[in-house]
């Protein structure tokens, strides 16, 4: 069940991104290479080999994005929270 709240929240934050946000092509590009990264841990939960660097990623996005873009800080927080519940 939280691979799939997670897998939600994963849309919702490419769904910000499709709104194009004022964001830089570094910061895009940031959370472009997060976003896959985040796929992947999925992928690795089935096959039981968490990526344990990939929440400090995510915390580092947060930080970023937090007084320039807070809604997606906001969806990236609640990304680290799916992640710590799935146990990563």
Do not use: K, W
């Not at 096959?47 to 007084?67: C, H, W």
């Amino acid at each position: 069940m939280p691979a799939n709240r997670l897998q939600q929240q994963l849309e919702e934050l490419r769904n910000q991104l499709a709104q194009d946000p004022p964001l830089t092509e570094e910061e895009r590009a940031s959370l472009y290479v997060l976003t896959q990264e985040i796929e992947l841990q999925l992928a690795r939960q089935a096959a039981a080999a968490p990526d344990a660097t990939l929440i400090d990623g995510v915390n580092l996005a947060v930080e970023r994005f937090e007084a320039s873009h807070p809604t997606l800080a906001g969806t990236l927080r609640n990304i680290v929270q799916s992640l710590a519940n799935m146990g990563i």
